[in-house]
C-alpha cells in the first residue's frame, strides 16, 4: 500500500495562461513545455485504514493550511474517481524551490498522481495518468512525459492531456537564479485574474494558437533560432498580458538578463529567453553552446544547467 515516484518538471516554451469554467482546471490553449533532468519531485503514497485524514509532508515539514487543502482536495477527486477508500501518508521531497517561477508544481502532481494509482495497484496509460495530473495543476499533465511535450487544451476531461512531440536530447536549459522566495501569488490565482478582462483573453488566445503552431513545426524541424523566437515571443506576451491584469513577476533583474541575452546574441552564440510566473529566467540553448554562453550568465546570477529529463518513473 505504499508506493514512491518521481518526476520532473517542465518549462513552458508556449505558454499555459488561464482556465476554462470547469471542476477538471482545463486550460484555454495548448501549451508546449521541455522537460528537465535537474528539477524534480519524489513522492511516496502510503495509504492507512486507520487514518481520518491525509497527512501530508514535504521536504520534512509537516503541512497543513492551504498547501494541505490544495492536495487533500486533489486526493479526494482520486478516491472519487478510482474509488481508493483509505486516506493516506503523503511524503514529498522537491529538488527544486518552490513556488519561484520553476514549475515545481509541474513535478509534486503529477508525481503525486501517479503515486497515489500505483499504491492502490492502479495501473493506467500515462495518456491516463496525465488527465488525472492536470486536474492538481496543469502543468503537471507535462510532466508526466519526458522531452518536448505538447498539452492538447481538449474540451474535456478525456481530451486535455499531454503527450512528447519529440526528444530533446541537444538541447539545454541555463536557469539564472534570480530570487528562490516563495512568490507573492501563485500562478492558479494569478491567472483567474484574465476572466476579468475578456478582450484581453481573446487576443492571448488568438496569438498562442499562431504561436503553438508555429512552435510544433519548429522543433519538428529543429529549428533551435525558430524555437529560441517563438519562446521569446510568448513569454513577452505572456507577461504582458499578467502585468494588464495587475500581477507584475519579473524584476529589474529579469529585465537585465534579458538584455544580456539579446546582446550574446548579437555576438553569434543561440540563446533565447524565457520566464514563467515568478522572476527567474531560462535561457534556451543547445547542449554544444553551453560552455561558450555560461561565463556570460555567471557573472550577473546563480546558475543552474539543465538538460532534458525524462518521464515519470517509479523508484
Ligand atoms: O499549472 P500551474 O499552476 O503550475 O501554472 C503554470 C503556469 C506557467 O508556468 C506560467 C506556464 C506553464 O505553461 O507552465
Not at 483573453?201 to 496569438?207: A, P, Q, S
Request: hydrophobic letters at 35%.
Amino acid at each position: 500500500m505504499t508506493h514512491k515516484s518521481k518526476a520532473h518538471t517542465n518549462i513552458a516554451l508556449v505558454k499555459y495562461w488561464g482556465k476554462k469554467e470547469s471542476k477538471d482546471n482545463l486550460p484555454i490553449n495548448s501549451s508546449i513545455s521541455l522537460t528537465l533532468d535537474n528539477f524534480y519531485t519524489i513522492t511516496s503514497v502510503t495509504y492507512d485504514k486507520n487514518l481520518k485524514q491525509d497527512e501530508l509532508k514535504i521536504d520534512d515539514i509537516e503541512i497543513q493550511g492551504i498547501e494541505f487543502l490544495r492536495v487533500t482536495k486533489f486526493m479526494d477527486r482520486i478516491r472519487e474517481m478510482y474509488k481508493i477508500p483509505y486516506y493516506a501518508y503523503i511524503d514529498s521531497k522537491n529538488h527544486v524551490p518552490k513556488k519561484a517561477g520553476l514549475a515545481s508544481s509541474s513535478s509534486a502532481f503529477a508525481a503525486l498522481a501517479h503515486a497515489a494509482l500505483k499504491a492502490y495497484g492502479i495501473n493506467v496509460s500515462d495518456k491516463e495518468l496525465s488527465t488525472l495530473a492536470r486536474i492538481g495543476s496543469g502543468s503537471a499533465s507535462r510532466s508526466v512525459f519526458g522531452g518536448f511535450v505538447i498539452w492538447e487544451e481538449g474540451t474535456n476531461h478525456e481530451t486535455s492531456y499531454a503527450y512528447t512531440l519529440k526528444d530533446a536530447e541537444e538541447y539545454a536549459l541555463i536557469v539564472c537564479m534570480v530570487d528562490k522566495k516563495e512568490k507573492s501569488i501563485d500562478s492558479r490565482s494569478a491567472m483567474l485574474k484574465l476572466n476579468e478582462f475578456p478582450e484581453l483573453k481573446e487576443e492571448w488566445i488568438e496569438n498562442t494558437k499562431y504561436l503553438f503552431e508555429e512552435m510544433k513545426e519548429a522543433i519538428l524541424e529543429d529549428d533551435l533560432e525558430r524555437i529560441g523566437s517563438i519562446a521569446e515571443s510568448h513569454a513577452n506576451l505572456m507577461h504582458y498580458v499578467i502585468q494588464e491584469t495587475g500581477v507584475t513577476f519579473l524584476t529589474d533583474k529579469s529585465f537585465e538578463i534579458m538584455d544580456l541575452t539579446e546582446k550574446i546574441r548579437l555576438k553569434g552564440l543561440p540563446v533565447f529567453y524565457t520566464m514563467d510566473a515568478g522572476p527567474n529566467v531560462k535561457i534556451l540553448t543547445k547542449k554544444k553552446y553551453v560552455s561558450q554562453v555560461l561565463p556570460y550568465y555567471e557573472k550577473v546570477a546563480e546558475i543552474l544547467v539543465c538538460y532534458q529529463g525524462g518521464g515519470i518513473e517509479s523508484i
